[in-house]
Structures are given as structure tokens and as C-alpha cells.
């Protein structure tokens, strides 16, 4: 049965000369731990032997200090490959013809640490893991309360992905649960790769330009999205949780939002929605108004750039497109590098190629800067797939503004925000509480008001408990 599988090892047993004395053990290298054989499984096991030579077990019962769980009189060869490769041994008594399990698992992972992509300056300092236990745990250990629900999947004929989903009963809106519910019951794959496969299955719009679902590393902010009335997914083998529904409001948050004060965070906030729009518009509002429109510019500026422009090769347009591609190039090579080096390698190699391009004289200063202002407003945002989203609108809105100008720039915003105004995240949409406009929880959203104000849950999740007061879960 197992001869393509070398790391399945079948491990024959005989305590005396009778035939019925034979135990074999299967277990798989690396999952288990296998010193317990040797020191307490097979003693055990003889123990019971001289007990009762026929090995008589009932199910759920204790044998000394050894839980053994049955399995199927007919287990079929795909159950005995995933309960062993879960960590299980598995426990074969030929005279019976009989398959028990015992759970002696030793699976390969780390301990909880801070979170890489979410650094804590006044959080807590334990972040997500790659199993799935240990991550419900961390869940559990903040919120222990009856009415938090978790349900575990298995997804993926092949890889046996194992994915829970929690969720409050008594918050989350039906609609919401009903519909992920659905959506994961659906899924029909051979396995499951990580957060961003099943995100993409997820997701309402299959082709959806910005990311529908947020992921976080940190169990706080996990736990404050689920008493919103959001759901997570959490997905063994990865060190991110998936939250739903992802709003656009919500992936311009932080999870260092919850501990700092709130005049600090309003202000943070109201930096990052400019340092968003900043990012997308500086380079084509920049190409628009040097080539199309100069007359806009002040006088004593444009005099500035056009004496630092003198004897340039290229045109304003060629410029920002050869500095905005540059920008990239050194981001990824920042993300793809080891991260002891790797900002390191973006800041100091984006300066020195900088300085040296406005020294041979292929670009101008101010192309330069607004470069680098663009980059800097980019990673602001924590959510890392919203920021390689930015990069997309990024260069059409300045292809946009490089051919028809001042106009194309207007026209591209519109057309973005008509597209992002259409999106939808499991029935809520997408701009929600901006559009369309919920006023009360507006101010909210945008701002970080003190907790003792801070009652009512957003609206726009319509949530059965509306508030955060302290009521019994029923």
C-alpha cells in the first residue's frame, strides 16, 4: 500500500510467539514524535497485552496512559494517508483486523512572534503561526466566550488543507455568514496554496482590480474585526488570517490603531487617505500640469524647473515613466532580498541612482522628488496588497494625464471611483460607510474616536447586536 511513500514507515511488533501477539505500527517520519514508541506506546501496549491476550477494546476507552481511537473496519487507503501524514500512529492488530489511532503528532513549526508585516510598538507581541491550532488558540485565549463559534473544513481533494472559520452567532449579519458559508462549501480545487488562492476564490468580483478581503498577522486585530461583526478564516500552514468583508475603509487601518491614543490615531488616519490619494495622482497630476498646462504653475516655480530642465533629453512624460518604472524595479528587489538588507538596498540605492541620473543630466530634480514623495506615500498603507494595487492605478492614471492632461487625469479619478463605488464584498459595498453615505458612522471611520464613545458597531455590516455593550451571549 505504502511502497511510493519512503517516509511511511511500517514497524512490526511480537511480544511473545502467539500469532495474536502481533502489533504493527505506521507512522510517518517528521510527524510524530518517536521516542514516545519506544518509551511509553509499545510498554503500554504489553501491559494490556498481559491483561487480556485478545486485545478486547472498546472505543474511547484509556489503555494506561494511550487514548486509542478507532478507525473504520473498512478505512480506505486515502483515511489511512491523512490520518497518518496529520501525525497520527497508527495501530494495526492483524488477529482483529483492526486499525486504531493514537494522536502522538510532533509536526514541524515555530512559536508565536511578533508579526513581520505588522510590527507592535504598544500591541501584544504574539502573531500568527503556521498552525492552524495554535492560531485558533491565540483567538481563543482573548475571547472566551460561548457565543464565538469555530467550524473546521477540510478543502482540496489532494492537500487535505484544513481551514476554520469563526465567526460571533450572535453579531455577524446572517446574510454575511450565510453567503461565506456558500461560497466555501462551493470550492472544488486539489488543494489550497495560501491566503491568496482562497482570497481570489472568495472574492465577488473574480477580477477585481483592489483586494475584496483583508489578512492581518496579529490575533488583536483579528479578535476587534470579529467583535465588528466580521468573520476570519484562518488557513493551516499560513502565518495570515483572512477577514471579511473587506471594506476599503477598513484595509486603510492599522492594528497599532487600537492602542495609541485617539488623537494621535484621527491624525495618522487622515494622513494615510493622503498619502492614498498622493500616491495614485503626484505623477500624472506632475506630467499634466508641467506639459499641458504650465500656465497653472506658479511663476517663480516654473522658472525654477525650467532652468533645472535645460538641456534634458527626455520630455516631462518620458521622465516620471522611466522614474516611476526605477521606483518599482527597487521595490521588488527590496521585498524579494532578505529583509536585513533589503531596505537598506531600496533607500540607499534609490538615492545614489537619483543623484547620479540629475548629475549625468537625464533627469530633472523635480521629477526626482516627486518620484520619491510618490514611493514614500505608497507604503503607508499596511495592507500590502492594496499597496502593489496602488502601483497599477499608479501608472494608468499617469498614462492617462500624459496624453490628454489635466483632463485625462479628472476623467481617470472619475472613472475609479465609479468602478470602486460598483465593488461589492459579500453584499456590503466596497466604499461603505462613503458611499453610499451612512453619516453616523462616517466621522467614525475616517477618525478615531475615544472608546467611551465608541458603542454602536458599523451599520453597515447590519449586525444583529448593534452595539458594544455588555449584554450575556445568548
Known sequence: MFKQSDDIHIFVHQYDESPSSTVVLIYSDGTIDTSLISRTVLPELH??????????????????????????????????????????????????????????SQIPGRMPEESSTEISIKGPKDGFVESIVVNVALIRKRVRSKSLCYEKLILGKRTKTKVGLLYFQDIISPKILTEIKR???????????GVGHLEEILSD?????????????????????????????????????LIGPGTFTLLLKSPEDLHFNFYYISFVRLIRALSFLLSIILPG??????????????????????????????????EMFLLIILLEIFREAGVRLPSSIGQTL???????????????????PSVVVVGAVTAVCGVTLVNQTMSSVLSLVRLGLFIMSSV??????ILGVILLVIYMSR???FGIPYLSPLSPPIFKDIPRTILRFPWVKMINRPQNLNTKDSDHQGEDPT
Not at 487507503?77 to 483486523?97: A, C, D, H, K, R
Not at 531600496?346 to 530633472?364: E, F, H, K, N, W
Request: glycine residues 8%; aromatic residues 12%.
Open 47 to 104: 501491559a494490556l497485552y498481559r491483561e487480556n491476550e485478545e486485545f478486547v477494546l472498546h472505543k474511547g476507552l484509556m489503555f494506561g496512559s494511550l487514548q486509542l481511537e478507532p478507525l473504520q473496519n473498512k478505512a480506505s487507503e486515502e483515511t489511512l494517508y491523512e490520518v497518518i501524514f496529520e501525525g497520527s500512529l497508527v495501530i494495526f492488530f492483524p488477529q482483529l483486523n483492526t486499525f486504531l489511532t493514537l494522536n502522538i
Open 183 to 193: 461560497r466555501l462549501d462551493k470550492i472544488d480545487v486539489d488543494g489550497i496554496s
Open 205 to 241: 468580483s473574480k477580477y477585481s482590480l483592489f483586494p475584496l478581503l483583508d489578512f492581518t498577522g496579529r490575533p488583536d486585530f483579528a479578535v476587534n474585526c470579529l467583535l465588528n461583526g466580521r468573520f476570519v478564516i484562518i488557513i493551516d500552514g499560513s502565518p495570515m488570517v
Open 285 to 318: 497630476l506632475w506630467v499634466a500640469l508641467t506639459a499641458y498646462h504650465p500656465d497653472q504653475i506658479p511663476f517663480y516655480l516654473m522658472a525654477t524647473i525650467s532652468s533645472t530642465r535645460f538641456g534634458l533629453p527626455f520630455s516631462s512624460s518620458v
Open 346 to 364: 531600496t533607500v540607499i540605492g534609490g538615492l545614489i541612482i537619483g543623484d547620479a541620473s540629475i548629475r549625468a543630466g537625464l533627469v530633472s
Open 404 to 409: 490628454l492632461g489635466m483632463y485625462g487625469l
Open 423 to 425: 465593488l461589492q464584498t
